[in-house]
């Protein structure tokens, strides 16, 4: 299959990261995107190269600009001749429950971008080059239900724009599927805070009375899902919405403000 090169938005924390440590234990070479990150985004290129090594480059942009957006991908590929596979893994996400009526035209506008807006740029950028190749792999990141254009009180923006994306993901399955490029969304369930960093051995370690499985989830649930889905046996994988949640139901909660 030759040697594969994967761009991560948002690589150099949380779940991207522990997707980075996965593909580059595959083999897979990484351009990882940050917006801040800088230090650690070094830092992972660094630890990968020297323990798998692959030929890691890091590459700042603000995925919510389109002129960054188009930045990323000359750079990128500047330094690597194809991006064979791209991770949609970066999405920015308002922590304060709002109801639409509230959001300020700025903030809307900020979400939209980051989570919608940004993935049709990055593909638009990569998809020619996965054409010549016949050969690619595209991932998006979801929300529980997103496939079903679920209502998520006092989140509409982010919900909005995610359930367009997962649309937007089995169309380019159906419109790219003759060139060989597969892709496919991962809605995980509530893997937050230090627990996007772990890995599963330290989840069954911990019991956790909110989730069916009993261990919360971590990011390494979700960037083991990421390599099964970008290898080459994968290909009849395509268009699909998978969820990753220890079978909680993640919206079948009443929020309050």
């Not at 090169?5 to 897979?28: P, S, W």
């Not at 069954?204 to 990421?226: F, H, K, M, S, Y």
């Not at 994988?237 to 993640?250: E, F, L, M, R, Y």
Request: hydrophobic share 40%; net charge neutral.
């Amino acid at each position: 299959m030759g040697i594969r090169t994967a761009l991560i938005t948002g690589g150099a924390t949380g779940i991207g990261k522990m997707t980075a440590y996965k593909l580059a234990q595959e083999g897979i070479n990484l351009v990882i995107n940050y917006r801040h990150s800088q230090k650690e985004a070094e830092e992972i290129c660094q630890q990968l190269t020297k323990e798998f090594g692959t030929n890691n480059i890091c590459i700042r942009g603000d995925i919510t600009k389109t002129e960054d957006c188009e930045f990323l991908i000359g750079e990128a590929l500047k330094k690597c001749e194809y991006i064979d596979i791209i991770i949609h893994n970066a999405g920015p996400y308002i922590h304060e429950r709002k109801r639409m009526t509230e959001y300020t035209l700025d903030e809307w506008r900020y979400l939209v971008d980051g989570n919608l807006n940004a993935v049709f740029y990055l593909s638009k950028l990569v998809i020619p080059k996965m054409r010549a190749k016949k050969w690619g792999r595209i991932i998006t990141i979801g929300f529980d239900r997103a496939e079903a254009s679920s209502g998520w009180i006092y989140r509409s923006a982010f919900a909005a724009s995610k359930s367009a994306v997962a649309s937007l993901t089995k169309t380019l399955a159906m419109e790219e599927a003759q060139y060989g490029i597969t892709a496919n969304m991962i809605s995980p369930g509530d893997i937050v805070g230090e627990w996007k960093e772990k890995e599963i051995e330290k989840a069954i370690l911990v019991n956790d009375n909110n989730t069916p499985v009993g261990r919360p989830g971590t990011g390494e649930d979700i960037a083991r899902l990421i390599s099964f889905l970008v290898e080459d046996k994968s290909s009849f994988i395509t268009g699909s919405i998978i969820p990753v949640t220890g079978g909680k139901d993640v919206l079948g909660k009443i929020h309050k403000l």
